[in-house]
């Protein structure tokens, strides 16, 4: 049985080694043709370069044109929220000044009331019965 199996090892030793030679001769031969395609394409590319290379410039230039004028478009729409929010701001000062002020007044106003609470009720005092 150890002889046996001994045998099918060094069998299957051998076809692995015969497998990775073929492997080896295939991805030689396909590195060959691959080459010769990328060369065959490089200069079919070369070609067409020289004569594509104008309308690609004309979109290039064209989609610049347009990206220029959205960053135009954007930079205006920054400004008109800037503003915006520069004049909310200045509402929100002018309404917590406002506030301030009629809190300020509301309190004096309470004081003067207290004060006259605290006089009528002293002249009462005075007043006899």
Same mark, same amino acid.
């Given at each position: +049985?150890?002889?046996?199996?001994?045998?099918?090892?060094?069998?299957?030793?051998?076809?692995?080694?015969?497998l990775w030679v073929s492997l080896e001769e295939?991805?030689?031969?396909?590195?060959?043709? *691959?080459?010769?395609?990328?060369?065959?394409?490089?200069?079919?590319?070369?070609?067409?370069?020289?004569?594509?290379?104008?309308?690609?410039?004309? +979109?290039?230039?064209?989609?610049?044109?347009?990206?220029?004028?959205?960053?135009?478009?954007?930079?205006?729409?920054g400004e008109v929220m800037r503003k915006a929010v520069q004049v909310d701001?200045?509402?929100?000062?002018? +309404?917590?000044?406002?506030?301030?002020?009629?809190?300020?007044?509301?309190?004096?106003?309470?004081?003067?009331?207290?004060?006259?609470?605290?006089?009528?009720? *002293?002249?009462?005092?005075?007043?006899?019965?």
């Amino acid at each position: +049985v150890l002889a046996q199996e001994n045998t099918q090892i060094r069998d299957l030793q051998q076809e692995n080694r015969e497998l990775w030679v073929s492997l080896e001769e295939h991805q030689d031969a396909l590195e060959l043709i *691959m080459s010769k395609y990328r060369k065959q394409m490089l200069q079919l590319l070369e070609g067409r370069k020289r004569e594509e290379a104008e309308p690609v410039l004309k +979109v290039h230039q064209a989609n610049s044109g347009e990206i220029e004028s959205q960053i135009d478009r954007i930079c205006e729409m920054g400004e008109v929220m800037r503003k915006a929010v520069q004049v909310d701001d200045e509402q929100f000062f002018k +309404v917590q000044e406002k506030l301030a002020q009629l809190e300020l007044e509301n309190k004096e106003l309470r004081e003067l009331l207290l004060i006259s609470k605290e006089s009528f009720e *002293m002249g009462r005092e005075d007043l006899p019965d």
